[in-house]
Structure formats: structure tokens, C-alpha cells
């Protein structure tokens, strides 16, 4: 299965919760990929650490310029030869934390003007990765940028079977962002990938110490019904420390209440969708 991990909103713990939830399904011995779809890099950084991939998406899209020009208004001088064009296998690197990575680099986000310029582009990723990720992955997780209308985001969509959407338990403002994400989900899945999902919304970051906390807990339960993951994450010092760290909650601190809920996310994960 291929899930595309995304939520308009910043700050909702998107990355975080990709890279966790891969560890937990390497954890339960599922073969998994990780696309960082962010020019940001993120998801990049803290699964290879200081780790410099030698190829990344970046190369992998650039090379698929000269395989149709015609979808690109670069020149065809700028792009590359025959001999540069290069294999998704070779653009894929194993980590530590038992999951694979194509990982992703700034130079990406020079790409996006050109990929806009055709709508054609927005299956590029889909034929680049889908067939080699069904046929040697159980998962496919994809992270994605902050927003609903960069091509990244659009890519992601048609390319997955299903959506998960990270919501923050101590922000309104994600919650809001949720109800755009569905919306978006419903209009791709009616115009270019009919088999693209809602599968669950994920509540991250929970601290039911507070009134606000659980008040979006209860909203979500109670507007969203069915269609939230039963595990949540909690708000834990576990995981900002991770991060700093540049890994993940399960390999920094494996007894942490969050590296627990992580793994029960997975399980959860894999029964939804009989993986």
C-alpha cells in the first residue's frame, strides 16, 4: 500500500509521525519505503542522519525530463543525457532504522515551476515509483510539504492509495486543515486516481492534561467518526528529543510512551489494511 502523509497545516508533526510510523512497520516485519516528497528534506535528514545520498528524488524527476521533454518547459539542452538518466533502485538507501528511503534535496523546489506547466505532470511521480513500491515494498509512506496546493502535494495524491491526515491535539488550526485535506482527497480520487482514499486521521500530540487537548480529541471523535486512527500520540519529550538527535522516537527511546503507541499504530495500521 502506498499512503501519502498530509495536512495543510505546519507544525502538525507530518514528518515525525512518516518516519515513526515506518519504523514501527519495519518493527513488525514489513518491508517499507519512505518517499520524501518535501524539498525541505526532512524526512531525508532524520532517517540518514548525516548520511549524503548521492542520488535523490531530485535526479530521479530531472532524469525523467529527457524521457518527455515535451512535459517540461525547460530546453532540451538543459536537460540531461541518455547516460545521466538513472534507475529508482539507485536512488533508494537502506537505514538504520530497518526502513529504505529515497530521500529528497533542496535542489528539488527548482523543478516546481516546471512541473506546473503541464498537467500531465502530475502523474510523474506515480509512474516513476508506483510499480517498483508495490512490487518490493509491504508500505509506501509518503511525506509531504505543509500545503495542499504545491505539485509536490498533488503528486502524492495521485501516486498513493491512501491518505492519512496528521492533526495536531493542541492546534484548532489543524483541525481546520483536516477538513480541507479530505476535500482535496475527494476531488482527486473523482478526477485522477479513483483508487485514492481517506484512510484515517491521526491524532498527534495529545497532552489530555489540558481542556484544549481534549477538546480536539473529542471534535475529531465526534465530526469524524470511523475515521480516526484509535491510537493517538502523545505530546512527549521523547520525541522532541529524537529530533534533535535527527532519528527516530523508536530507535532513541524504544520504553518511551510514544515509541509504544508508535508500534500499536502500526499494528493498527496493518489490520486496517490486512498488510
Known sequence: MIIGMINAKGGVGKTTCTCNIAAGLASRNKRVLVID????????S?????QVPGKTLYDLLLGSMEE???LFSAEPTALPSAAQRISIESCIYPTIHGVDILPNSTDTATLEFDLYQNAANYGLLRRLIRSYAQENYDYTIIDCPPTLGAVWVIMAMVAADAIIIPVSAGSRMSLDGLSSVYAAVEKISQK???ELKFLRALINK????TSASKLIVETMRKRFPDRCFDTTIPACTAVEQAEIFRTTVLKHDGASNAAKRFRLLADELIGLTHG
Open 37 to 44: 516528497n518535501d524539498p525541505q528534506a526532512n524526512a531525508t
Open 46 to 50: 532524520l532517517l540518514l542522519g548525516d
Open 68 to 70: 518527455d521533454p515535451s
Open 192 to 194: 485522477a486516481n479513483t
Open 206 to 209: 495529545v497532552d489530555l492534561r
